[in-house]
């Protein structure tokens, strides 16, 4: 049996017509531009490894945001970088803490462009690991555990004092042991039962974010975090941990890395009916970058493919570096 398919070969024939049918559409309203902010006057500094992407002083930080705002990017994520680092990531829910006087001027600026605070102690820690550990040293070595109800303490006191500090959405990366619950019951707690939390439901061991942690300096000083992030190569475990953040009131949910686990996103899209975040995370925007700095690939069309494709699987918003990029190239 033979079925004709002139007509459907028509329909993607003309430009006009292609976008009359097309079943997916990326739009400003999508995105999440990343920002990391330091300490220091006059700082501007491009991360080796994220060409385009910068750190910023507070004072330079307005120049970032207003290109931002003029974009129609509606939202930020904020990664702070610290003067100083500690055991217990002190500085990172601390009252004049980089990531919550960042907030404060970005809300004094434009009180409409929402701000997603990075709830997570790495980049604040001095060994590096997302809560607090107990160390020992083995021939040698020093290796750790985390202490999981420790750690949710001090990951409810940040969360808290961003909210204070005017943060609209709290965003914890930390993947410990009930981490939703505990922040849900820290916010309700202190009157900010209005705020709601984006959960790294799903957050993989991953390779991919070797250029962030050059950007954070929240790599480990010992081990890893394959001891509390997810294995690469578990489906169904996915499932399971946006099942208990779904049930400890995480409000929306992510999928970390995007690129290399859309069929993850399809599958979490398929199970539950939150909202749903791709985070399109730095070894993913750099291996673009690079390739298009050799001349290899065409960056714009790369791009637009790459993050459509991650809507298509069942995205609501993406978290990307090329944010500011997709939103002038989708303007035309």
Not at 1 to 10: A, G, N, Y
Not at 72 to 86: M, N, Q, R, S, Y
Not at 175 to 203: C, T, W
């Amino acid at each position: 049996m033979s079925f004709p398919i002139t007509r459907h070969r028509r329909l993607r024939g003309s430009a006009g017509i292609r976008g009359m049918v097309r079943e997916t559409v990326l739009n400003v309203l999508d995105f999440i531009q990343p920002i990391f902010v330091t300490y220091g006057t006059g700082v501007k500094n491009e991360i080796s490894s994220m060409p385009g992407v910068y750190h910023f002083s507070l004072d330079t930080l307005k120049e970032e945001v207003d290109e931002i705002a003029s974009l129609g990017i509606p939202a930020v994520l904020l990664f702070g970088i610290p003067e100083t680092k500690d055991a217990i990531g002190s500085s990172g829910f601390a009252e004049d803490g980089i990531v919550q006087e960042a907030t404060r001027l970005i809300k004094q600026w434009y009180p409409e462009l929402l701000v997603v605070a990075d709830t997570c102690l790495c980049e604040f820690t001095d060994h590096g690991h997302c809560g607090m550990v107990h160390t020992h040293i083995v021939d040698g070595v020093v290796h750790g555990d985390v202490i999981n109800d420790a750690s949710l303490e001090l990951l409810t006191r940040t969360a808290v004092s961003q909210a204070k500090a005017g943060a609209d959405i709290i965003a914890p990366s930390n993947m410990m042991d009930g981490f939703v619950q505990a922040i849900r019951a820290g916010l309700d707690a202190n009157g900010f039962e209005h705020v709601p939390i984006m959960s790294y439901s799903v957050k993989y061991a991953s390779a991919f974010y070797g250029p962030f942690r050059e950007a954070a300096g929240s790599a480990p000083q010992f081990g890893n975090r394959k001891t509390y992030q997810m294995d690469p190569a578990n489906l169904r475990e996915a499932i399971r941990e946006t099942e208990s953040d779904v049930l400890e009131g995480a409000d929306m949910l992510m999928v970390k890395p995007a690129l290399a686990y859309l069929d993850v996103i399809r599958t979490i899209r398929e199970q539950f009916d939150l909202p749903l975040v791709a985070y399109n995370v730095s070894g993913e925007y750099s291996m673009v970058k690079a390739a298009a700095m050799q001349g290899w690939i065409d960056e714009q069309a790369v791009v637009l493919e790459m993050l459509t494709g991650m809507k298509r699987a069942g995205a609501d918003i993406i978290i990307t570096y090329f944010s500011k990029d997709a939103a002038r190239w989708l303007r035309g």
